[in-house]
């Protein structure tokens, strides 16, 4: 409770959005994706791609394990910091990836969205071995019911990190309409 905040969401999606959507990138932001995310972290590429942020994707090799990454990050760490965004699971292949990464990445001075949709059902995730910045999952792969319900497990300092993109109601005292 003193380190991270749980937002409740329709599903780890919506989860993705709400990072990829308030996000800071920039030219020296990147996004670095591992070449077997889940669809809606592919689509963060948008978001990144509006900000002039450079898009780095970490490849797999024939068993479509990610292909000696360390070194690959450690690369885009001298450019710039930025987002990297790993699944802890594959959605499509299954092959678990090492979540040693995570701490690696950060050690280099990158935000870490672990998408642990796929892995938790089955798995013990602890975020204080995996200290992901971001973490996001989706109920009903680990209770079957209900749907549409997800989350988003943020460390409160990477939350302040966050900028939200637009306001609504709820997230504002006042507003006019004046200029």
């Not at 024939?62 to 699944?87: F, I, K, S, Y």
């Not at 209900?146 to 005292?173: E, H, K, M, Q």
Request: hydrophobic fraction near 45%.
């Amino acid at each position: 409770e003193s380190t991270h905040e749980v937002c409740f969401t329709a599903n780890a999606s919506a989860a993705i959005k709400l990072v990829g959507e308030s996000y800071p990138f920039g030219p020296r932001a990147a996004l670095v994706l591992a070449a077997d995310n889940h669809n809606s972290i592919n689509g963060m590429r948008e978001y990144a791609r509006r900000a002039g942020a450079p898009l780095r994707v970490l490849p797999l090799d024939a068993e479509l394990r990610l292909d000696d990454p360390e070194p690959r990050l450690a690369d885009q760490a001298t450019h710039g910091g930025g987002l990297v965004a790993l699944p802890a699971q594959s959605n499509f292949s299954g092959v678990r990836h090492p979540l040693a990464l995570v701490a690696r990445a950060g050690a280099l001075g990158f935000d870490v969205l672990l998408d642990a949709a796929a892995f938790a059902p089955s798995h013990e995730l602890s975020l204080r071995a995996c200290p992901a910045d971001f973490t996001v999952l989706s109920f009903h792969k680990l209770f079957g019911y209900p749907t549409s319900v997800g989350a988003l497990v943020a460390r409160r300092d990477a939350l302040a990190r966050l900028r939200r993109p637009w306001f609504a109601g709820g997230t504002v005292a006042f507003a006019s309409v004046g200029a």
